[in-house]
């Protein structure tokens, strides 16, 4: 669900949206809104979280976090991805409130697969998100956006019986049959 207002809708009207289990974010001055994710969509934004927090644990590079946090790329755009990377030399844009600029990776499991597709992909291209992986629990695949100029160019499609991997992330390696398992 979508809202468009007169104005367009900013960080500040954001903070006093309702604490009422739905997720808000804001694209454009829009506010989408979407219920809770499902259980699948859960298990494996927490499997995923735990592998990509592990490896940063051991191996160290940035730091690793889970939704809900807010992340302001823009007074008018305001997102929460599934999980979020911010690399060592991005660490600045972390304050105690949320991050304020883009993380290194945006991670999201499709939900509302025009808004995590089009309206987020755009947005993260936009704003210099390095790289967006976008698990789709229904056509079992990843698809992994890598930043070209201002635009992701083709995706790289992962499905069952590959490896995820990523440059961001020395020697990470994740099998996509498990990663997919874990919400099945």
Not at 75 to 83: L, R
């Amino acid at each position: 669900m979508s809202v468009r207002p007169a104005t367009p809708w900013t960080y500040e009207d954001y903070l006093d949206f309702p604490d009422d289990g739905k997720r808000y974010e804001i694209v454009d001055g829009e506010v989408f809104v979407t219920p809770a994710p499902n259980v699948r969509h859960q298990d494996i934004v927490g499997w995923l979280f735990v592998r990509l927090y592990q490896h940063v644990d051991l191996h160290g590079g940035g730091r690793v976090f889970v939704a809900p946090v807010d992340v302001v790329l823009s007074p008018t755009d305001v997102v929460e991805p599934d999980i979020l990377f911010v690399a060592d030399i991005d660490t600045p844009r972390i304050t105690a409130a949320n991050l304020q600029g883009p993380p290194t990776l945006a991670v999201e499991v499709v939900s509302d697969p025009r808004h995590d597709r089009v309206r987020k992909r755009r947005l993260y291209a936009q704003f210099g998100v390095a790289e967006y992986w976008l698990v789709d629990p229904d056509g079992e695949r990843v698809e992994v956006y890598r930043l070209s100029g201002q635009e992701y160019p083709t995706p790289t499609l992962l499905e069952a019986g590959t490896v995820l991997t990523s440059e961001l992330l020395p020697g990470l390696s994740i099998e996509v049959t498990a990663l997919l398992a874990a919400g099945g």
